[in-house]
């Protein structure tokens, strides 16, 4: 929840509508907690996404932020299960490759945005359109690449300063 009023402050200006940005971090957040996490990591995302919509961010109805949470948790869930399932990724992603990531990242761009715009224009809220999904889905990607170069580049100085080839020995 924190890292989504963060990213709100950091990006505002970047914001095409409410709730949709050129840039959206939590984007990489949601993707690396289901990685991780699975089906533990999506319930939580979605609670958070409840809590964030229906009592602060948008003030909705709770139908509405309902559906969002649903879609802020399985979305990347999805993604997670599309490549585990098509591409041979073993469950412990051991052997995921940066190309089966950006297959996940994009896999997971297009179901969330496409997703929240649905959602969106179906209940009736101002951000469910075209162009909104277009600028969901960019930030999504944009986003999940942010966080996972930070996250890449930080175990790669973590294991510098440890003088390791890897982080587990």
Same mark, same amino acid.
């Given at each position: 929840m924190a890292f989504f009023y963060l990213n709100q402050y950091i990006t505002l200006p970047l914001e095409d509508a409410k709730g949709v940005n050129w840039i959206f #971090?939590?984007?990489? /957040?949601?993707?690396? /907690?289901?990685?991780i996490l699975d089906y533990s990591g999506a319930l939580g995302l979605a609670i958070a996404s409840l809590l964030i919509n229906y009592i602060g961010f948008y003030e909705l109805d709770f139908t509405s932020a309902l559906g969002i949470a649903v879609i802020c948790g399985v979305a990347p869930l999805l993604g997670r299960h599309f490549v585990i399932h098509n591409l041979k990724v073993q469950a412990d992603l051991s052997n995921l490759s940066l190309k089966?990531?950006? #297959?996940? /990242? %994009?896999?997971? &761009? %297009? %179901? &969330? &945005?496409g997703l929240h715009q649905l959602w969106f224009a179906a209940r009736g809220l101002d951000s469910g359109s075209w162009n909104h999904f277009i600028a969901m889905f960019c930030g999504d990607v944009a986003g999940s690449i942010l966080f996972?170069?930070?996250? *890449?580049? &930080? /175990?790669d100085l973590v *294991?510098?300063?440890l003088g390791r080839e890897n982080l587990i020995e």
């Open positions: #971090l939590p984007a990489g /957040i949601r993707i690396f /907690i289901t990685l089966q990531l950006l #297959l996940i /990242i %994009l896999a997971y &761009s %297009l %179901l &969330s &945005s996972v170069a930070v996250i *890449k580049y &930080s /175990i *294991k510098g300063r």
